[in-house]
């Protein structure tokens, strides 16, 4: 069955060319299917508004470790890693659905932990858990999650849209996430080496909070709208922001410039970071998982968003075609490579 | 992390009872959410009309097995599993997405044949592939799929609803899929046995096609709204019949009488059943994956359906309490049970 004549190895299709390359003999045919593949979200017409629907395979060993993670914190992040695609369409996300692989590992008690924290996020988000489908799994813990959300036409915000001399926005900071994984990381080969050694964690509760237990941004939603912006593109943080870049860069046509010194990080992820020797801004822009939102706005919005400080302009668009660009605090410029074959490929 | 004191097996919760014990805390919020758990689709309010989306999951090692089961077969047979439930509600699917976890042993050919089969069967229902998730899978091959329809608010049929005295009635077939995998199970031992021997499976062709290649039945919801048909009741049949009949009854309240002698068995599933020692009613009872759907008219709709070749009366709806019961060619009576713990339990 897997003929090695004429095989070509997955990872030679390069950074986020799989879906790309398998999905150009399908056409959509429906009239409600205003947006398929190449977004967070697909968008269907329902009449007078927009469905979001959104899908997300999280696997363990991949996505997730459960000798860390514990189970109840996993059940909230996957709620938050499905209903952020939603809030990245400018949309409210209102049901999710629930796929669930499990082995005869687990017992009741450790499914009940994984839907405590779906039940936390649920509530969180505002989102009825409408179903799903549950089955046994021969090897790890799958889960797969479905959220759909509405949103208003006139609402709509996608990937592309934005224009030369726009602004580039990030919510909160970045690396955080990436950061705390290395921690969670380090102190279980620690463990493994001396068992008695309990880790304290207690220093970098920040980061390995925002690795375990991811948030997505309702409130910045809700925000752009009290401040009444729209933003001209939008997508969220899940690969990394210079893969999220790619990603803008390549809907909207043009490229951006970014610049260092103004890479929100926080002081947590800038001292671990320089502790495990890793450039902090290496790590804001290539570490992901931090469940922000990277948006752009018309210059003309600067004056509604500038004081607000869970906003920061890092950068804006250039009318150079899809290049994207760091410019160092030195003075130099490099070009933001997106990372390469990434574990999770996302498309709407 | 698996701690074994207070330990309860999931098993223990015996037939369908996890997702209902998982979900009995929470609570649908939205008005929107017309349906949530406990039916083929999630219903939602969009207005005019309701959207249906469902949910599935297909592990390797347990739905499916790859030794046997050609990669476009198996594509064409994930995207019939999705639409299938939108048929059961009486709507038509308009889109899908598809998750995609993938190991290295996959090439990109390998992913292609995948593909092809998602692109017949897409173009057969009439749906658009909208989007999805790619990522890395450490163990085998993970396909999550997720469809989304529509239907009028004043056509859509829910596993409940059935009045004493309706009929109840099957499109097609019953207990092909389940031959047809006996089939194929019995012949890869004979290979793994004797490598050189090569299957001759053109006897077999429709019961091996049933399985591998399932239909989900669009032409029954078009057909019944032809005949201006709506059923009281509706499910299709994934887990087997004998499954179905145990849903619908606890959501209509009222059990089920089947006639043995009514059951529909194509001759190729009969003789499979007899090769093999088995009871061909029971095969078709809890025989599963034949994607048939498994319906209740009133008594004053008979006269439009009866001379339907593809659909059959197997029995009606009794006003016992959620009791089913198989009324055998012998005279005797026997009471329906649902499966054990079935390996995939699907709640909307």
Known sequence: MFDNSDRTEIAAMGEFGLIQHL????????????KGIGDDCAVIDQGDHFSLVTTDLL???????????????????????????????????EQVMVGLGLSNRF????????????????????VDLVGGDTTTSRSGLVLSLTAVGRVAK????????AQPG??????????????GLQILEREKRVFMEVPSMQPDLEQYDYIVGRQ?????????????????????????????????????AKANGFGFHVYEEKLPIDPQTLDTALAFDLNPSIVALNGGEDYELLFTVA??????????????????VTDVTSKNMLLTKSGNQFEIKAQGWPESQKDS
């Open 59 to 93: 696997l363990e060993g991949v996505h997730f470790d459960l000798s860390f993670h514990p189970l109840k914190h996993l059940g909230y992040k996957a709620i938050s890693v499905a209903v952020s695609d939603i809030y990245a369409m400018n949309g409210m996300a």
């Open 23 to 34: 999905s150009q003999h399908f056409e959509n045919k429906h009239a409600k299917t205003v």
């Open 299 to 316: 210059q003309s919005d600067y004056e509604k968003i500038k004081t607000m400080p869970d906003f920061t302009v890092i950068g804006y």
């Open 107 to 126: 017992s009741l008690e450790a499914v009940e932990e994984l839907y405590a924290g779906m039940q936390i996020a649920c509530e969180h988000y505002g």
């Open 212 to 248: 375990l237990k991811a948030e997505a941004r309702k409130d910045v939603v809700e925000l752009l709208k009290m401040l009444d912006v729209k933003p001209s593109s939008m997508i969220d943080v899940s690969d990394g922001v210079a893969s999220e870049l790619y990603h803008m």
């Open 154 to 161: 006139d609402k709509i915000v996608y990937r592309g849209g």
């Open 166 to 179: 726009d602004l580039l926005v990030v919510s909160g900071d970045m690396g955080g996430a990436y950061m």
